[in-house]
């Protein structure tokens, strides 16, 4: 989570731990830690299913896992707004 709140990065599928709640491509979605502290709001190229397929998968392997890949980040850096 470093990678997001301090270095501006995106959120790939490798760095989820796991997805709550419904959702789809296009909403907005909080980001929290393993702690539960938000920190940061985006919207994702991925549904709620599609992310609990994903998470803790390369993005190099999203296209194995889901049979395509829309993106490389579930939420881009364009998109996302850091909290904390």
Same mark, same amino acid.
């Given at each position: 989570? /470093?990678?997001?709140?301090?270095?501006?990065?995106?959120?790939?599928?490798?760095?989820? @731990?796991?997805?709550?709640?419904?959702?789809?491509?296009?909403?907005?979605?909080?980001?929290?830690?393993?702690?539960? /502290?938000?920190?940061?709001?985006?919207?994702?190229?991925?549904?709620?299913?599609?992310?609990? @397929?994903? @998470?803790?998968? @390369?993005?190099?392997?999203?296209?194995? $896992?889901?049979?395509?890949?829309?993106?490389?980040?579930? $939420?881009?850096?364009?998109?996302?707004?850091?909290?904390?």
């Amino acid at each position: 989570m /470093q990678a997001i709140s301090k270095n501006n990065k995106s959120l790939l599928s490798a760095g989820i @731990k796991d997805a709550n709640g419904t959702f789809k491509a296009g909403d907005i979605v909080s980001i929290v830690t393993e702690n539960g /502290q938000e920190i940061a709001r985006g919207i994702t190229n991925y549904s709620f299913i599609e992310t609990n @397929k994903i @998470k803790g998968v @390369k993005t190099c392997d999203i296209d194995k $896992v889901l049979g395509y890949k829309g993106h490389d980040e579930v $939420v881009h850096r364009d998109n996302l707004v850091v909290m904390t």
